[in-house]
């Protein structure tokens, strides 16, 4: 089905509140049936329903709406993201709507915008990130996939690169159309200043997609193989060599996606583990209850931080180092409440979906175990409390790393 999309009419202000109440009413009306165990059944299920929001001109709250996002201001972005997260939907697919998409809206020239944004936002093109390799995680700048140039001289339109090499844990990759990837141009030994960003049809003849199981048991992420793989060169975004910069807003939007939009998750996740809590008559607890105050507080200073990550976004059309706060907040608050429902559960706790027995279909532990990674994904706690020590409060650069060898 596709409704026409919503257009507020010439001289008629709609206020926040009627935004709120029209943006819940369309996602109860619109919203998809139950989620398909089978893989590719869900997959498209998936896609349905972001051309369903696309189509009705939901799509990209912070995106211009040149590109087909909705360009809310402040506080309907915010809005948007309490109800989304509260109508229990499909978020989006991939990673690239909140990693790629706002580095191609900085450097992407103008045909490069047209072309690829729309059907990402729609959900018609699936993107995956193909930036970590065996070693170079923390490390990035040591990457080693090499793209050699060939053919059509300095015209840039005729021209092809040719890419070989590895990428490893690459979320949602089995599933994507495209891979935004960083590739060596330069000589093996030129770091942060021989690296481009090339975006990677990931049906090409080469490219090989391995999904990788994690600790729930599914595969969140794959091995990524290139052998010779013919790219052309209108798919890099900015210069040659040049994407050292294109890799700092991206990982700057890494740790900053979603920021607003986890709190507004995790709110609704912290109620309804109160009230199974309560169910279970465990409330009444002192010791129970101190937990959740601490964990209530903890899911509005997110909700705080979150706003502030929207508002320096539109202020500076960058996230910043401060990207870095929220990430490690939210990532601790997520472990620490999965393991206090573990701890709660006791032993029902730790059975899985698969168990009759199991609590709320076993989203517990399962939430208990995915969790063991947030801490790594999108730059390691370690590496988020460096950049915070260094780049927020000023203190003096680790000696250890040599300033050749900072990346993420
Ligand atoms: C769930 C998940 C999803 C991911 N998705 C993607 C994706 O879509 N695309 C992608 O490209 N990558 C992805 N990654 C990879 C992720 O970015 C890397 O795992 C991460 O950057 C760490 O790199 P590494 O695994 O090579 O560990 P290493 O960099 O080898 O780190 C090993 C240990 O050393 C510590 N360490 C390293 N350097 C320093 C330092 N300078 N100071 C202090 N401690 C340090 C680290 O904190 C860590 O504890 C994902 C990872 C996970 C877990």
Not at 116 to 138: C, H, I, K, N, T
């Amino acid at each position: 089905m596709t409704s026409t999309p919503f257009r507020e009419r010439p001289g008629l202000v709609e206020t926040d509140a009627q935004f709120r109440a029209r943006f819940r009413a369309f996602l109860t009306d619109s919203r998809p049936g139950r989620r398909p165990s089978d893989p590719v059944v869900r997959l498209a299920w998936q896609k349905h329903w972001l051309a369903t929001l696309f189509d009705a001109g939901y799509a990209g709250p912070g995106w211009p709406r040149e590109y087909g996002g909705m360009g809310l201001d402040f506080s309907r972005q915010v809005i948007y993201q309490e109800e989304y997260a509260r109508a229990r939907v499909p978020g989006p697919l991939g990673t690239g709507l909140g990693i790629a998409a706002p580095t191609i809206i900085k450097y992407g020239t103008a045909e490069q915008r047209r072309r690829f944004l729309p059907p990402m936002l729609r959900g018609d093109m699936v993107w995956a990130q193909g930036y970590s390799e065996p070693d170079a995680g923390s490390d990035l700048s040591a990457l080693r996939t090499t793209a050699l140039r060939v053919g059509g001289g300095p015209d840039d339109a005729a021209a092809e690169y040719v890419v070989s090499g590895q990428k490893l844990w690459n979320s949602s990759a089995d599933i994507a159309d495209i891979l935004f990837t960083l590739v060596r141009t330069g000589p093996p030994d030129s770091r942060q200043d021989g690296i481009s960003y090339l975006l990677i049809d990931a049906h090409t003849p080469g490219v090989t997609v391995r999904p990788l199981r994690d600790l729930t048991g599914d595969a969140h992420f794959c091995e990524i193989f290139f052998d010779d793989v013919v790219v052309p060169v209108v798919n890099r975004i900015g210069a040659e060599n040049g994407g050292w910069p294109l890799v700092r807003t991206s990982l700057g939007h890494e740790r900053a996606a979603g920021a607003m939009n986890q709190a507004a998750l995790y709110r609704r996740v912290l109620d309804e583990l109160i009230d199974l809590l309560r169910e279970r008559g465990m409330t009444a607890d002192p010791l129970v209850r101190d937990r959740l105050t601490d964990f209530e507080m903890r899911v509005r200073i997110m909700r705080l931080t979150g706003m502030r990550t929207i508002a320096d976004i539109m202020a500076k059309g960058e996230p910043g180092p401060a990207s870095s706060t929220a990430r490690l907040f939210i990532v601790t608050f997520e472990q620490d409440l999965h393991e206090f429902a573990l701890d709660m559960l006791g032993a029902y706790g730790v059975l899985d979906r698969h168990d009759p027995h199991a609590v709320q279909r076993g989203r517990w532990v399962w939430g208990f175990l995915r969790t063991r990674a947030s801490t790594i994904g999108a730059g390691t706690a370690e590496i988020q409390r460096n950049t915070i020590a260094e780049q927020v409060l000023g203190l003096p650069r680790d000696p250890a790393v040599p300033p050749a060898g900072r990346s993420r």
